[in-house]
Each structure stands twice: as structure tokens, then as C-alpha cells.
């Protein structure tokens, strides 16, 4: 493990917002290459996950515009934000009005980012670094996932644990920017967003992103 976490995150990082989210100021990576390459060398000696913390996905980015524009959603509930990456939706709902925000992700980096995140923007996020898929999904009024279909296992883990819990009455809000193994029924369409992306990251330049209301199943 790196001994200083947050010290990695703000050297190999600037502070600057994401495209679709000006509102929100997060710790991101300034070339791409150059810290996946950095991190995957420290993977085979540290046990390093690949940075997905230092970008700021499309369906991150769409979950968090479509809260910051339907407060509603999230305004007095206990918030979780699931595999948050650098925190981006729990950030939202914070500034959305949420009573309380938690951002879950097992990578320690991610953990640093989010919390430097939320400092920049002036704003409480509780983080939990543990994997949440064992266990039932309760004490949530509302769980935001971004971009998190984008391999076969994880995507059905991740999807069965979240239609259990909007089965006990969570709202379950999925940002999806049409990932190979994204589910193709048992949702409702809030919003559609054109999100400026990096051709080092996407094939194209804007990714068309959905956020989903996840329907009980």
C-alpha cells in the first residue's frame, strides 16, 4: 500500500471540475497514460487497483448533474453513494441538500481522493471502505451508482444488489453511458446527458449517458 495516500492523489493530480458538473471542484488526473502506467507498475508490487478514482466517468458525471438539477431526490435522505470512485455523486447530494452522504469504494486512493474532494467543496462525506455486495442493502433512503457496468461480474453482483435493495423501497439511481453489460429492462429513464469525454479514456468524444431509476426485480 502507498504510505501517503492523499499526498499521491494531489501530486499526481490538479484541482479542476468535470465538464458536465462545473459546480463540483475534484482532484483529476491531468494525462491519463501517465498514471494508469504509474499505477499498474505499482499494482504487481503493491497490490495498487487502477485508477479509476482520478477521472470523473460520464455516468458519475450524469448522476451528479441530474441530483444537483432534482434536489428532490435526495434533499433530508441518508445517501450512498456505491464504487464512488472519487466521490463525485456523493458530493452532489451533499450540495443537493442530503442529510447525510456516504461514499463507498475498497481502493484506499479512492478514499483519499474522496475525502480531499469534499473538502474542496466545502462539504461532509463519510466514507465506507468495505465491499457492501455480501450483505443486504439497508438503512439507505436513496443509492447512486455511476458507471459501473463495465465488466461482466461485476455488473451482476452490482445489479442484483442494487434491484434487492430498491425492492425494500430504496431509490436506486444508475448512470450509465451504455456499457457493454449494462441491463437492458427493469429500469425507468430520469434524464439523458451529452458528457464531454477523453479519447484517452472513450472511443468517441461525447458519451451519451442515461441516469436510471432501478426498478424492483
Not at 466545502?122 to 443509492?143: C, E, N, S, T, Y
Not at 435493495?165 to 451529452?194: H, I, M, Q, W
Request: a negative charge; charged letters at 25%.
Amino acid at each position: 500500500m502507498i504510505d501517503n495516500p492523499e499526498g499521491f492523489v494531489t501530486r499526481n493530480t490538479s484541482q479542476r471540475s468535470a465538464p458536465l458538473v462545473p459546480e463540483i471542484l475534484l482532484h483529476l488526473a491531468d494525462a491519463v497514460m501517465p498514471l494508469w502506467e504509474m499505477t499498474e507498475a505499482d499494482l504487481e508490487r503493491q497490490g495498487i487497483p487502477p485508477p479509476y478514482w482520478a477521472f470523473a466517468w460520464p455516468g458519475g458525471q450524469a448522476v451528479a448533474r441530474l441530483i444537483l438539477d432534482r434536489p428532490e431526490l435526495v434533499k433530508g435522505k441518508q445517501v450512498l453513494d456505491l464504487g464512488a470512485g472519487g466521490g463525485i455523486a456523493a458530493i452532489a447530494a451533499m450540495k443537493a441538500g442530503a442529510a447525510q452522504a456516504k461514499a463507498n469504494d475498497i481502493d484506499a486512493l479512492a478514499l483519499a481522493a474522496i475525502a480531499l474532494n469534499a473538502a474542496a467543496n466545502k462539504v461532509a462525506v463519510d466514507v465506507l471502505d468495505r465491499d457492501l455486495l455480501d450483505d443486504p442493502a439497508r438503512g439507505w433512503d436513496v443509492i447512486l451508482a455511476g458507471d459501473l457496468c463495465y465488466e461482466k461480474p461485476m455488473a451482476g453482483r452490482v445489479m442484483g444488489w442494487l434491484r434487492a435493495a430498491a425492492s425494500r423501497g430504496t431509490t436506486v439511481l444508475l448512470g450509465d453511458p451504455g456499457r457493454a453489460y449494462a441491463p437492458a429492462d427493469g429500469l425507468y429513464k430520469l434524464g439523458d446527458f451529452a458528457v464531454p469525454v477523453s479519447r484517452d479514456l472513450e472511443d468517441r468524444d461525447i458519451r451519451h449517458t442515461a441516469v436510471w431509476q432501478v426498478l424492483p426485480g
